[in-house]
């Protein structure tokens, strides 16, 4: 029994996601191979190498495969899925997207988003928001999962000293081909790998204010910048800082919220985080109920107060 994990990377290094994605798979018992499907894609296939618990890596490189275009990634993994019992994805955009078609096209049931591997074939996932965790077991021969970066420790990316086996790339598909990208640019830690997130809700009241407010806290502490639903659908700030349910889901060692209520959808994105401090002038508020630390005042005074506290 083994289990592939297929990597996310940039075509030089790891990404962080995959780490998450190794850990699950080792408690899924026997050996943990990495999938690198890339173009000139040396580095990165090097890089999995080194993480801790990896035995092998396979290395497919072709143009074809650069881009990371879910029609020809999923076509590369169903290409090998015949030796794996398990073949897991973060649970990421690009996970979403090629898990799907490689389950589909092995007519067996998708797990997503798993938080515990209770054993080999029984996983733990969260419902209804978070509110409920289901137990699933699959009896399925080749279990397709997607994982919840948040709910497994990082594996270490170095000290492994996995093969790497070169194999055979999948041809191009001519149905799908890859235009261009638009990659926003930021200055900030990553959202989803930041260790300090500063967050904003629908109570900041427009973006400047958004930013003038927020910025300053975040420059201080080295944090990334996260926002609520209502926040971004009133467009105070850009769709890659939602943090949700429908955004990004995060786990930080310290989560700021500032003017958040604490929207169900928000809590299930966020409540893993390991410090939440909440600042709202609603003693009401939902937020409440998952802080560590909750400060009833105004944000427009106690933010600016709390970055002049700190220098």
Known sequence: MAALVIAEHDNSTIKGATLNTV??????????????AGANAGAAATAAAAIAGVS???????????????????AQV??????????????????????????????????????????????????YAGNAIATVQSLDATK??????????????????ASVEKVAAVAASPKASFIGSEIAKNDRP?????????????????????????TPLADKLGAALGASRA????????????????????????????????????????????????INKDPEAPIFSVADYGLEADLFAAVPELVQALG
């Open 231 to 278: 926040a971004v659908d009133a467009g105070y700030a850009p769709n890659d800082w939602q943090v949700g349910q429908t955004g990004k889901i995060v786990a930080p060692q310290l989560y700021i919220a500032c003017g958040i209520s604490g929207a169900i959808q928000h809590l299930a994105g966020m409540k893993d985080s390991k410090v939440i401090v909440a």
């Open 190 to 214: 990553e959202l989803t790998a930041a260790k300090i997130i500063v967050s904003g809700g629908r109570a900041m009241g427009s973006s400047d204010k958004f930013n003038d407010v927020l």
């Open 56 to 74: 092998k890596v396979l290395h497919a490189d072709d143009a074809g495969l650069g881009n990371a275009l879910a029609e020809n990634v999923a």
């Open 78 to 127: 169903l290409a090998l899925a015949s030796g794996y019992s398990h073949i897991l994805f973060a649970a990421t955009a690009s996970g979403k997207n090629i898990a799907p078609r490689v389950a589909a096209k092995l007519d067996v049931g998708q797990i997503s988003e798993i938080s515990k591997v209770d054993s080999p074939d029984t996983f733990e996932r969260a419902i």
């Open 144 to 161: 397709v999962l997607t994982v919840r970066t948040t709910g497994f420790d990082a594996a270490a990316a170095t000290g492994g000293s």
């Open 23 to 36: 850990t699950a798979a080792l408690q899924c018992g026997g050996d943990v191979h990495v999938l690198v």
